[in-house]
């Protein structure tokens, strides 16, 4: 796929391309999507460190989503940052090919979709992939977190922005289940893996197959 079929090349579009049209059977209904306007909000600023910690941990088991208040970054700086994301996505396609890869290990690309090797269906949207400095400590819930299926509503007049961060170690890095909550009595619903198998696995199959974490489970 080449950076002239890249989404954010083409000004204006009458129709749907083919290849970015799902069978009826897949596709989302949105009568069949809950609505609830309960969705936890977490004041990070609050002086209750561990009432905030407490109300992560619940979000997460209970929605796997939460809005945040008082974060602690400027308005301006994300002004900048979706302007400047915008002005990336705008640029000639010919700026854009420079960056422009299908390849999962490059560290910085530019790509469309999700999978473009493998997918017979697309996804609408293209991405800036950044590596940069991961924090330190990280582990994982032993399946106590939820992960939320990602969807979202888009419309003809204006594009949709997101910024995203993921932790992403090196790819030695063994991934467990963290030693309190299997200490605790819970028996570890995933094996160990390392970065590097989950890695490979990620990118050997389509968006819309099991989620990539399932292949770990434990026997």
């Given at each position: 796929?080449a950076?002239?079929?890249?989404l954010?090349?083409?000004?204006?579009?009458?129709?749907?391309?083919?290849?970015y049209?799902?069978?009826?059977s897949?596709?989302?209904?949105?009568?069949?999507?809950?609505?609830?306007?309960?969705?936890?909000?977490i004041?990070?600023?609050?002086?209750?460190?561990?009432?905030?910690?407490?109300?992560?941990?619940?979000?997460c088991?209970?929605?796997?989503f939460?809005?945040?208040?008082?974060?602690?970054?400027?308005?301006?700086?994300?002004?900048k940052v979706?302007a400047?994301?915008?002005?990336?996505?705008?640029?000639p396609?010919?700026e854009?090919?420079?960056?422009?890869?299908?390849?999962?290990?490059?560290?910085?690309r530019?790509?469309?979709?999700?999978?473009v090797?493998?997918?017979?269906?697309?996804?609408?949207?293209?991405?800036?992939?950044l590596?940069?400095?991961?924090?330190?400590?990280?582990?994982?819930s032993?399946?106590?977190?939820?992960?939320?299926?990602?969807r979202?509503?888009?419309?003809?007049?204006?594009?949709?922005?997101?910024v995203?961060s993921?932790?992403c170690?090196?790819?030695?890095?063994?991934?467990?289940?963290?030693r309190?909550l299997?200490?605790?009595?819970?028996?570890?619903?995933y094996r160990?893996?390392?970065?590097?198998?989950?890695?490979?696995k990620?990118?050997?199959?389509?968006?819309?197959?099991?989620?990539?974490?399932?292949?770990?489970?434990?026997?």
């Amino acid at each position: 796929m080449a950076t002239t079929q890249l989404l954010s090349t083409v000004e204006h579009r009458e129709t749907l391309p083919e290849g970015y049209a799902r069978p009826e059977s897949d596709r989302p209904r949105l009568a069949e999507v809950a609505t609830d306007s309960n969705i936890p909000l977490i004041d990070l600023a609050s002086p209750d460190k561990p009432r905030v910690i407490a109300e992560i941990a619940q979000a997460c088991r209970t929605y796997g989503f939460f809005q945040v208040t008082n974060h602690g970054i400027a308005e301006e700086l994300l002004e900048k940052v979706m302007a400047v994301a915008l002005e990336f996505f705008r640029l000639p396609p010919e700026e854009k090919e420079k960056l422009y890869s299908d390849e999962p290990s490059k560290k910085i690309r530019l790509s469309t979709s999700f999978n473009v090797r493998k997918e017979t269906v697309h996804n609408w949207r293209d991405y800036l992939r950044l590596h940069c400095h991961p924090l330190e400590e990280f582990a994982l819930s032993n399946g106590a977190y939820k992960s939320v299926w990602h969807r979202a509503v888009v419309n003809a007049v204006q594009e949709r922005m997101s910024v995203a961060s993921f932790m992403c170690p090196c790819n030695s890095a063994v991934i467990s289940p963290a030693r309190k909550l299997v200490a605790d009595g819970d028996a570890p619903v995933y094996r160990s893996f390392t970065y590097d198998e989950y890695y490979k696995k990620f990118w050997s199959r389509n968006l819309d197959q099991e989620h990539c974490l399932e292949l770990f489970k434990g026997q």
